[in-house]
């Protein structure tokens, strides 16, 4: 149980485009998820944190409008990429905490997103 | 100073001996503890989490946990070819997790 997904699971694009990340909690309901971003061989630093139903709390340092956050069901969250440069290519990995008990003292992890941007 | 911080190593041990990965923290309200392991170009998997002072064995991981030290770490016994990652200690901070930077670990055959 308490499986995450994300779409796609790589992506290139060009610079100036935008690209939308999606992130689900399989077979829980998510009320919290949680954005991160990891560049070569640095630590997960996180961006953003999601509550379903309401605006995304950002990090110090993270434009909340070039990374845009949709948390509008108990299952699925999106992270879109604005405008995208060469420096926004990075792994981008979600995560989702759920409200039972079995699922609310963990950070369940997605497979992550590799974005290219060229 | 960093919050949560790690050796980055990478440390190297051979087959079959204990593999110690340590953690320390800067938080000194800090409650809970987990250890994930990050292979090359994957995302984070938890091995084990840890909220008491002591010591909490899971298979051939035991995490072991001293507050007063402000201090977390992760001993692999019979440390195999297939732990070779990277290790990364997290501390829940209220609603959020704060990684370390990860050790690397390399288990030689």
């Known amino acids: 149980g308490a499986v995450v997904s994300q779409h796609p699971s790589w992506v290139i694009c060009k610079s100036g485009t935008s690209v939308k990340i999606e992130c689900r909690s399989l077979?829980?309901?998510?009320?919290?998820m949680f954005w991160y971003r990891q560049f070569p061989k640095q630590s997960l630093m996180l961006m953003a944190t999601?509550?379903?139903?309401?605006?995304?709390?950002?990090e110090q340092g993270v434009e909340k409008d070039k990374f845009l956050i949709n948390h509008a069901s108990l299952t699925l969250s999106t992270l879109t990429v604005t405008s995208a440069h060469p420096e926004d290519s990075s792994f981008y990995i979600c995560?989702?905490?759920?409200?039972?008990?079995?699922?609310?003292?963990?950070?369940?992890f997605g497979p992550g997103t590799r974005l290219t941007v060229l | 100073q960093k919050e949560v911080e790690q050796n980055s190593g990478p440390l190297s041990v051979p087959e079959g001996a204990i593999a110690s990965l340590n953690c320390t923290y800067s938080?000194?309200?800090?409650?809970?503890f987990f250890w994930y392991r990050q292979y090359s170009g994957k995302s984070p998997e938890l091995i084990m989490f840890?909220?008491?002072?002591g010591d909490k064995e899971d298979g051939r991981f035991t995490a072991q946990l001293n507050k007063a030290s402000q201090y977390v770490s992760l001993l692999i016994r019979d440390s195999q070819p297939s732990d070779s990652a990277t290790y990364l200690c997290?501390?829940?901070?209220?609603?959020?997790?704060?990684f370390g930077a990860g050790t690397i670990l390399r288990v030689k055959s």
């Open positions: 995560s989702a905490r759920g409200l039972a008990l079995s699922t609310y003292n963990e950070q369940f």
């Open positions: 077979d829980f309901q998510a009320t919290t």
């Open positions: 999601s509550n379903e139903g309401s605006k995304a709390t950002y």
């Open positions: 938080d000194r309200g800090s409650q809970s």
């Open positions: 840890i909220y008491s002072n």
């Open positions: 997290a501390v829940k901070h209220g609603n959020k997790l704060v």
